[in-house]
T-cell receptor, first 114, second 110 residues
Framework: DTEVTQTPKHLVMGMTNKKSLKCEQH?????MYWYKQKAKKPPELMFV???????INESVPSRFSPECPNSSLLNLHLHALQPEDSALYLC?????????????FGSGTQLSVL | DAKTTQPTSMDCAEGRAANLPCNHS???????VYWYRQIHSQGPQYIIHGLKNNETNEMASLIITEDRKSSTLILPHATLRDTAVYYCIAPSDSNYQLIWGAGTKLIIKP
């Protein structure tokens, strides 16, 4: 199994809602990532988890809250988002966190904030 | 900031070799260069990476100049399914994570 699975594929939420994005991999990878991608732009790193511990937070606003319940799962909890947070949210995993590691991406969650 | 620069877009005829250039004049001697592609509405897909020597795998070849200031990704026999945005990427100095440049939109034409 070489897949990273993200759910839901699409999400529409209001600015007062609370929602969560989910990501799962069963490749035994020990690093997992959240990226944000606006239309026609490259992915931007948000968070990195290594061995289930948060290792990198790229100064992401607190309305985005990551969680890594176990080595296979990664969640992104969303609360009080703004319309400018509308984007494609990508999850990725790699065997380790080293920069020579190959990243495996999911298909993303397309988020719209109204 | 991204350490790589690429042309915004390129066209290539189906069946021909697609050669995608990338400039990375500021990378250091021990930094790899990575290539990923993103087909519309999908997550990015790893293609290949290299340090000094030329690399080849089942998807593509990577030619890195001797001075390591630039590289070229070669798709030997492009198909319509190779239409995608191709990203040439180098690691950040600060946290060693990949910093993605703007990418090249490659359009394969029949």
């Amino acid at each position: 199994d070489t897949e990273v699975t993200q759910t839901p594929k699409h999400l529409v939420m209001g600015m007062t809602n609370k929602k969560s994005l989910k990501c799962e991999q069963h490749m035994g990878h020990r690093a997992m990532y959240w990226y944000k991608q606006k239309a026609k732009k490259p992915p931007e790193l948000m968070f990195v988890y290594s061995y289930e511990k948060l290792s990198i937070n790229e100064s992401v606003p607190s309305r985005f809250s990551p969680e890594c319940p176990n080595s296979s799962l990664l969640n992104l909890h969303l609360h009080a988002l703004q319309p400018e947070d509308s984007a494609l949210y990508l999850c990725a995993s790699s065997p380790g966190q080293g920069f020579s590691e190959k990243l495996f991406f999911g298909s993303g969650t397309q988020l719209s904030v109204l | 900031d991204a350490k790589t620069t690429q042309p915004t877009s390129m066209d290539c005829a189906e069946g021909r070799a697609a050669n995608l250039p990338c400039n990375h004049s500021t990378i250091s001697g021990n930094e790899y260069v990575y290539w990923y592609r993103q087909i519309h509405s999908q997550g990015p897909q790893y293609i290949i990476h290299g340090l000094k020597n030329n690399e080849t795998n089942e998807m593509a070849s990577l030619i890195i100049t001797e001075d390591r200031k630039s590289s070229t990704l070669i798709l030997p026999h492009a198909t319509l399914r190779d239409t995608a945005v191709y990203y040439c990427i180098a690691p950040s100095d600060s946290n060693y994570q990949l910093i993605w440049g703007a990418g090249t939109k490659l359009i394969i034409k029949p």
